[in-house]
Structure formats: C-alpha cells, structure tokens
C-alpha cells in the first residue's frame, strides 16, 4: 500500500512533460496579457488619479482571466495558477529592476529586493510544504481512539470520524487542520500555526505606464491579500477554518438542534471555541 502523503505530490505530476510544458507557455502568456492590459490603463485614462485608475484596473484584470479561461477552451491548454504567481512575481521583480531601481535609495533597493526574494522562497515552500496529510500510519489515529486506517479513512469524504481531518478532493488526501485547497498555490492550506510614479525619470512613455501598471497590479493584490488576512484572523480568534465555517452542516459536531424531537431548526455552534485568548494560544502553540 503506497503512503497516501505522497497523494497531494502524485496530483500534481501526473501530467506529461509536454503538458507541463504547454501549460507553462500558457500560465507566461497569460502574465504578460494581464500585465500589458493593466498598464494600458494610464495610458487610456492619463487624467485619472491612481486611486480612481484602481476600479478600472480591476475590472480589466478580471477580463483577462475570463479571455484565459476561454483560451483553454479554444486551445485545450489551461494555464497553471502557480506558474501565473510565479510569473507575476518576476514580471514586477524584473520592472522594478529594469525601471524603476534608478530612482531608488541603496536601503529601499536591499529591502524591495529581499521581499520579491522572500515572495519567491514563500512561493516554493507553500507549494512544496506538506500541509498536514495524515497518512495510515500516522500516530494520529491512535490519538483518535480508531482501531484502523480504514475505518478512519473511508467516512472522511463525507465527515471525518477523526477531530478536524477534512478530505480534500483536488489532492485526493485528508488533511489535519485542512482550512481550504488554494488553487494559486496548488496545495491545500491549513491552520495549525501560525511609489510615487513621479520619482521615475524617464523618456519613454511605456514605461511610466508599466511602472503605473505594475503599481495598480500590486495594489490590487495587496487589497485581496488583506481582506483575506483579516477573514483569516477572523478564523484564529473562533478557532475554526474555512471549510468548517462553508459547509458546517456537512459535520455533524457543528450542528445544534434547537428542538431535539425535530431535524428541523438545526443551529451552528462551534465546539472548537475556547475564547478569542485560548483560541490565539493554541494557534501560536508548537504542534
């Protein structure tokens, strides 16, 4: 019997060289579309201010997905979302380099780069990292008082007999402390622990515009970034993940009867919640 912790890894090799190939074809193709379509929005709309430029950016960022997911269709490739990050981070790394270093102090220089290197190195480790895959032969199951991995194994699809072990369908693997399955990334997530365009000297008026570009690009991923930080903190202090919180009635201990006779009237409570102060503890707790 082959260690289903190499499940998640197995998911993500099975297509063929070629496949892999085109796809990363597609994943750079789809950078730079997405990319050149948003710094055309200086270009197209000089007298906007950045932050009326941001609406605007983000609706033609979302057109570009959509012309991606038609591409696939037409060309039968789909573009990889962890290549699209990848690329995405090099492409701002390489303007940045290429643009706007000039302009920059020796010290704003060092920190931009050490972040896009940081970027880089968080990429890898999210997309390689284990994020919790209980295995048959996992102590875990003792801990959980099932006899065998079977028995622990076969209800998880529906609801796990095993305290916080969710199943997850793209990795095909169940997962302690499962939060969601982040397509960008590749992996599943858990929760165990936890310029002022003005500055840029320039003559050539592409640049500007994809300095401009690459700041509404950053901008826009830095406000998604922190709504989802904040549902995330949200998810540490009640003490409860993602899938949880989506599809409570899917597990039985979040469900309270209002009225024991009847099945109708069924209430979410959370039995995971310590309190907002237990609840951060046991994040921050070495597991």
């Not at 197209?44 to 932050?51: A, I, Q, T, V, W």
């Not at 290549?83 to 920190?111: A, E, H, P």
């Not at 529906?158 to 402390?177: D, Q, T, Y």
Request: aromatic share 12%; with cysteine.
């Amino acid at each position: 019997m082959s260690r289903l912790a190499s499940a998640s890894g197995l998911h993500r090799l099975r297509r063929s060289p070629w496949e892999v190939l085109w796809s990363g074809l597609a994943s750079c193709g789809l950078t730079l579309l997405s990319q050149l379509a948003v710094a055309m929005v200086p270009r197209l709309f000089p007298s906007l201010s950045l932050l009326a430029m941001l609406p605007v950016a983000g609706v033609v960022f979302l057109a570009v997905i959509v012309v991606g997911r038609f591409w696939r269709r037409f060309i039968g490739v789909a573009a990889s979302a962890p290549l699209f990050v990848l690329f995405n981070i090099l492409f701002l790394w390489g303007v940045y380099v290429f643009v706007i270093r000039g302009g920059t102090s020796s010290l704003l220089d060092m920190v931009i780069n050490a972040e896009c290197a940081m970027l880089l190195f968080g990429l890898y480790r999210i997309f390689s990292g284990d994020p919790g895959i209980v295995t048959y032969e996992s102590s875990f199951f003792e801990e959980a008082g099932c006899k065998d991995f079977v028995e622990a194994i076969c209800p998880s699809e529906k609801f796990s007999s095993l305290p916080r072990v969710r199943h997850c369908n793209c990795c095909k693997a169940n997962v302690r402390g499962y939060d969601h399955h982040c397509p960008a990334f590749g992996n599943c997530i858990d929760i165990t622990r936890c310029i002022n365009s003005g500055t840029i000297r320039s003559e050539n008026p592409m640049s500007v515009n994809m300095v401009i570009g690459t700041m509404l690009f950053s901008v826009l991923q830095v406000l998604w970034q922190a709504v989802f930080l904040i549902w995330h903190i949200y998810c540490i202090c009640f003490n409860i993940k993602t899938d949880e919180w989506i599809n409570w009635k899917k597990y039985p201990e979040f469900q309270m009867k209002e009225q024991p006779q009847s099945d109708s009237g069924v209430k979410f409570v959370n039995p995971y919640d310590k309190g907002v102060l237990c609840n951060i503890i046991e994040f921050l707790k070495p597991k």
